[in-house]
């Protein structure tokens, strides 16, 4: 799958999850978005998770902080 596409995606999930509007200015990283705290990271996993059809290894569960992160972490199975 493209690398766009994963990231778009990606986007729409964590906009899901935490309950935002889209706006293409919003930085989507942990901790500078709202609502993107620490029980809000646990919502966008398993968001991720659900929109992949994944299972997050809870080993990365925190390296996955940012839309190109995560994107990257899909795109190689999550390893």
């Not at 999930?13 to 919003?26: D, G």
């Not at 993107?36 to 290894?57: A, C, K, N, Q, Y």
Request: glycine share 8%; net charge neutral; hydrophobic share 45%.
């Amino acid at each position: 799958m493209e690398s766009s596409m994963i990231e778009g995606r990606v986007r729409a999930a964590i906009l899901r999850a935490l309950h935002l509007q889209s706006s293409p200015t919003m930085p989507l990283h942990m901790g500078s978005t709202p609502g993107w705290d620490s029980l809000g990271h646990m919502t966008v996993i398993m968001e991720l998770e659900r929109e992949f059809g994944v299972r997050v290894p809870v080993s990365r569960i925190a390296d996955l902080r940012d839309v190109t992160t995560i994107a990257g972490a899909i795109a190689s199975g999550l390893k």
